[in-house]
């Protein structure tokens, strides 16, 4: 393809919303918005090639369809476009931005000739927050090969980085992202939890010092290396205590458990006493002394 596909982008939630917007300020022709009704949300420059997805005709498709929504809805939407009337999809490509799902979610419109593929930036959007982009971020791509070769051209033009990977490898890298992602959410949800059980107006910010230097520490040199506290030091009556402290709360004493003998192996790693490392995981683990 010679000049820059046309794009049509389904769904304008937070990933479809910048995605619109930062592939049409790097010269990208925004073919239409395909919206779930005439009420759903549209970013207003765009708002004039909106189209209800019950009124989609093949003229409204552009060459390239970007599928951005909820995963539990691609596989539905790629049946109905490839029920779709007049539509020569061996001209279509389409491109799904699911992280943990393949291509094949797209099977009914790869048997009908288009070419298929899905995308994950591995970031985290807020529709609300137009400054968070692209730019410098890193994407995988799985699907078919000489779709890949246009899709990493189309994402560094948007300042990304692309990694083709393999259908397995791409849901392995998904899993990574949840785990220092959400799960960093849901960790930092019961931190500031334990917090306001004594300082009824604390919040995340009296941990905020703490956040960032434990995160410089990681990108600088790795998690094993900076692992820090009681379990690092091998101080079980501290480790002790905590288990005490959540005595009232079986998920978050298991929570402490789990990830403390994850933190034990990297302390291991890094070198610690065996005899230290033994003690500290039979209290995690809640052995009983002979």
Known sequence: MNRSPSLTVIGAGSVGSILLRQAHQSGYSIHSVVLRTEHSFCP????????????????????????????????????????????????????????????DLLHELENQGARTASCHPLQT?????PTSGFETIHVTLEGEQSLLSELRHFWR?????????????????HLSAVFLSNYLVALASIAEDLLQDVIPDGDLQILEPLLYQTVSNLLSNGPAQSLTGPIERGDTETIRLHLEQMAGSSDRQEIYRHLGLVASGLAARNGQNPDVTEAVQDLLVGKKKP
């Open 44 to 103: 207003e420059p765009f708002r004039h090639q909106a189209v209800p997805f019950s009124d989609l005709t093949a003229d409204e498709l552009g060459d390239w369809i970007f599928v951005t929504t909820p995963d539990d809805r691609i596989e539905s939407v790629a049946s109905r476009m490839a029920s779709q009337p007049d539509v020569d999809w061996t001209l279509k490509s389409v491109v799904h931005l699911s992280g943990v799902c393949g291509a």
């Open 125 to 129: 959007f807020v529709r609300e927050r």
């Open 157 to 173: 033009r948007l300042g990304a980085h692309p990694h083709v990977v393999t259908r397995e490898q791409k849901s392995r890298v």
